[in-house]
């Protein structure tokens, strides 16, 4: 089941990484030209299923940390992430057979074909997040018993950083202190494991999942059908199983602040059309929570997507702006990330969130007038 | 000319290094029990000159980093600055032969010592400051070519980080966020280098100054004789010749905020006895530039130590107390540390001072009414 992810595929996968990143991990966009170019070097990467990895591989997980609002400004210049690589494989005294990312959504979906290309490696098909969270510690890596530490930071200066912490927690603080001094923003490695644990404790399959939602949205608008309900449907075989329309609207108020290297903030959305009354979505960098007429129509570690009303392009954080019009859809987690010991971790306490986690497709819907 | 330090020798060690830690280096005689009772369990530590030093030996230099004022409040386990060295080590392959401080003024005289009693390493005498200086780039290791990276830094809780940085103000950059981050202070291990370039770019013999310093102003006390006119004889004869009376009154006003992990201020001192007018210090952990009746006085790397007006006890910058009686006295830095390239680097303008560097012994004293 190995197929090659080309230079064509890139943009199909940028933007199903844009939808899993609900409005976080970074503008996948931004980084894609560096992506492409590499990729133009190095010809196609292989993309592997999980169920291919040999049990003895290692496997290390590669993104990039910092808030999206300096990711915009910031632009890599693509060899950080295979620095940071370096950096971990030194520590270990092995060479990586496999990356993947610990992230697959935002622009950390593309990183894992960036270290592919340039480094002649296969990307698995999987993640730690199965979407986007704000911290390192939020892994399905880490709820089931990898380690984080080693982790290895680079930043285009070539200034390298490895932090063993007790804990992903600790690590999650020590490598976010490093990315701001390095400017707000670094590449890293970490979570290194053998191939029988990455079948264990990945997401599987978010990768092709995107470059699938990526390819669905783009047919349906060449086709002028409704790339929602193509979305929606493309859903339903997969184990993201439940997508569903949340609201639409224009955006009536937005606070957004950076703090403490994290995008954190609130949208309000006026509802248009058959839609009445306000939705409002809390964010740190990704959407948390989604509300309406004082019930929760969605909360993390379910995903809450914004994305544009007329064309189903997906907003990230720092795209969002007064007046706009978007369109709100929800999409269940993956049963993986919603056992005790994953709620645990990137749940809605894990946010601050007084409501506890109640499944999307459990929820009232916002319905129409 | 190797020579054994004792545990009865570790109180004039601490009072000879808080002389050298011109206010700054942390209070030495709070990691005094952390050394003591290391030494208690591993006997005495052996002092071995610069010049008995192995060309190939592989020493490295050790410490901790912090607020002073946090540094009283977070009293280390012991056994952090060990793990810095294994961090240090595991990343070269080697271990070290010996151990020197980076800094022979305040706590960071003794650390060595620690290491030393629980590695069974012997101690250099000699360091890579000459004094107390806020930070890791202010080496005279760093002035003459050592690369401080890699840096591998330890907490109370065994989380460790290993930098490898691009220059040494980039390795301190970096640190200081770690070091923030773990806490407020970390221990360091840094500045790996064979036994031919310790001779090379090392502040030789300070240690056995501070042993002597401390021993001269005790056995004044004992012998009721002058501690300050004992102290200033006693640098005649070393390569900090010129010890010099600056001041003497009490402390009328003082500022000082903890400030991007610093301790930032400014002493003014009204003048008793013969000595007329205010004297300002103003400090960054340590004390900076001493100015009188609109004359610099003495000017970094110079340094300007506070001590009690009738003990000669040195006083630590977070010791400073409105009413304070003090008297200032000033003593000439080493050959070493006022070339160009010195300067450059620890000189007053890498303090953001306006003045120039001008050698104490040339510089008018502030005389007597």
């Given at each position: ?18 939808v ?5 991990g ?10 492409a ?13 999980l ?9 290390v ?6 808030a999206p ?13 295979v ?11 092995r060479?990586?057979t496999?990356?993947?990312p ?5 622009s ?10 340039k ?16 911290e ?31 804990s992903?927690e ?5 490598a ?27 997401v ?11 390819g669905?949205?783009r ?11 193509a ?7 997969t184990?993201?199983?439940?997508g ?12 957004r602040?950076?703090t ?25 960098n990704?959407?948390?929570?989604a ?12 995903l ?20 706009q ?6 999409i269940?987690?993956p ?7 994953a ?20 929820l ?6």
């Amino acid at each position: 089941m190995a197929s090659k992810v080309t230079l064509a595929d890139l943009e199909d996968l940028c933007r199903g990484a844009a939808v899993l990143g609900t409005g976080g991990g970074g503008d996948p966009y931004v980084g894609r030209l560096v992506v492409a170019q590499a990729m133009r070097e190095a010809g196609a990467v292989e993309l592997i299923a999980l169920e291919e990895l040999d049990d003895d591989a290692l496997v290390v997980a590669v993104g990039n940390m910092g808030a999206p609002t300096i990711l915009i400004e910031k632009i890599p210049n693509g060899d950080e992430p295979v620095w940071a690589l370096e950096t971990l494989e030194a520590r270990l005294g092995r060479r990586a057979t496999a990356v993947i990312p610990f992230e697959a959504g935002g622009s950390n979906a593309t990183i894992p074909f960036l270290v592919g290309a340039k480094r002649g490696l296969p990307v698995v098909d999987g993640d730690g997040m199965g979407r986007a969270f704000p911290e390192l510690q939020m892994e399905t890596f880490n709820v089931y018993g990898v380690s984080a530490s080693p982790v290895a930071l680079a930043d285009p200066h070539r200034n390298r950083v490895l932090i063993e912490a007790r804990s992903a927690e600790m690590a999650e603080w020590l490598a976010r202190g490093v990315a701001i001094r390095m400017g707000g923003r670094a590449s890293l490695a970490e979570y290194a494991m053998d191939g029988a644990t990455a079948k264990r404790v990945s997401v599987p399959a978010t990768l092709s999942l995107c470059l699938n939602l990526g390819g669905v949205i783009r047919r349906a608008r060449e086709r002028h059908a409704d790339p929602f309900a193509a979305l929606i449907a493309a859903l339903a075989d997969t184990h993201y199983s439940h997508g569903r329309d949340l609201f639409s609207g224009k955006i009536v108020d937005l606070v957004r602040t950076t703090t403490r290297g994290f995008a954190i903030g609130e949208a309000a959305i006026e509802g248009l059309g058959r839609w009445r009354g306000r939705m409002t979505i809390t964010f740190q960098n990704e959407n948390l929570i989604a509300r309406h007429a004082g019930e929760v129509r969605a909360i993390v570690p379910d995903l809450i997507c914004m994305l544009d009303a007329d064309t189903a392009e997906p907003i990230t954080t720092e795209r969002l702006r007064y007046g706009q019009r978007v369109r709100v859809i929800g999409i269940s987690a993956p049963p993986i990330m919603r056992t005790p010991e994953a709620l645990a971790v990137f749940g809605p306490a894990a946010f601050g969130l007084d409501e506890p986690f109640r499944p999307l497709e459990s929820l009232p819907e916002a319905g129409a007038g």
